[in-house]
C-alpha cells in the first residue's frame, strides 16, 4: 500500500490541524495503521495507531486526550486531529501501515511509510 501524507503546517500554540493520510494500492482495510513522528534531533515515536476497523486505538501517553486517530476505509484514508497544540508537538509526522488487522505498537511491524508532514507549533 502506497501513502501520501498530507495537512501539515504552522499552526499558533493551542491551535489545532488535523492531517490525512490517502492510501493506495492494496486493501486498505486489511492494515493497521499508525502515525508517528520525529522531532529535531530526537528519534522518531509512534503517537497514535488504530485496528483495520478503526475500533481499537492507542496513543502515546504524550498525546492522550489531544489527538485522535480515524480512519475512513471507504475512502482510504487516516487522520490525526490534533487539538491544543504544544511547541513540543513540532515534528515531522509521518503515516505507516502495518499488514495486521489489530493495531501494532512496534516500529518494525510497519512496512509501508508515506512521506511524511511538517508540523511546526509556534509559541
Known amino acids: 500500500v502506497q501513502l501520501q501524507a498530507s495537512g501539515g503546517g504552522l499552526v499558533q500554540a493551542g491551535g489545532s490541524l488535523r492531517l490525512s493520510c490517502a492510501a493506495s494500492?492494496?486493501?486498505?482495510?486489511?492494515?493497521?495503521m499508525g502515525w508517528f513522528r520525529q522531532a529535531p534531533g530526537k528519534e522518531r515515536e509512534l503517537v497514535a495507531a488504530?485496528?483495520?476497523?478503526?475500533?481499537?486505538?492507542y496513543y502515546a501517553d504524550s498525546v492522550k486526550g489531544q489527538f485522535t486517530i480515524s480512519r475512513d476505509n471507504a475512502k482510504n484514508a487516516v487522520y490525526l486531529q490534533m487539538n491544543s497544540l504544544k511547541p513540543e508537538d513540532t515534528a515531522v509526522y509521518y503515516c505507516?501501515?502495518?499488514?495486521?488487522?489489530?493495531?501494532?505498537?512496534?516500529?518494525?511491524?510497519?512496512?509501508?511509510w508515506g512521506q511524511g508532514t511538517l508540523v511546526t507549533v509556534s509559541s
Open positions: 505507516a501501515a502495518a499488514p495486521f488487522t489489530y493495531y501494532s505498537i512496534q516500529e518494525a511491524d510497519f512496512v509501508s
Open positions: 488504530s485496528s483495520w476497523s478503526g475500533r481499537s486505538t
Open positions: 494500492g492494496r486493501t486498505f482495510s486489511g492494515y493497521g
